[in-house]
């Protein structure tokens, strides 16, 4: 069984910056695509950033140049550095793998359980 466990949301004022991370756990094989999505409150979830085995990212526009996604594939973990936040980036941020894992060789993807991210003055 999978888990994903997310931190360091919170609450910060605009042009603040927050670090989130996601551990996963299990019978994990191999990690390929880490992602980072975010929904507010009445709108889809969306993808905000993506970071491949090899390390090639993709980011939605709106956060490019200000959200960093990293990785570390010994840890299973993955990171997403958010500065210069703003009030439109309030949502709850999830993390979601694609990894294969011993019990079921063929990938699929596993979601974290979300952590809050709150941009207020």
């Known amino acids: 069984q999978v888990q994903l466990v997310e931190s360091g949301g919170g609450w910060v004022q605009p042009g603040e910056s927050l670090r989130l991370s996601c551990v996963a756990s299990?019978?994990?094989?191999?990690?390929?695509?880490m992602d980072w999505y975010r929904q507010a409150p009445g709108k889809q979830r969306e993808l905000v950033a993506q970071?491949?085995?090899?390390?090639?990212?993709n980011y939605k526009s709106s956060v490019r140049g200000r959200f960093t996604i990293s990785r570390d594939n010994a840890k299973n973990t993955v990171y997403l550095q958010m500065n210069d936040l703003k009030p439109e980036d309030t949502a709850v941020y999830y993390c979601?793998?694609?990894?294969?894992?011993?019990?079921?060789?063929?990938?699929?993807?596993?979601w974290g359980q979300g952590t809050q991210v709150t941009v207020s003055s």
């Open positions: 979601k793998i694609l990894a294969n894992t011993e019990e079921r060789l063929s990938a699929q993807d596993y």
């Open positions: 299990g019978n994990i094989l191999t990690t390929y695509a």
């Open positions: 970071i491949a085995f090899g390390g090639t990212t």
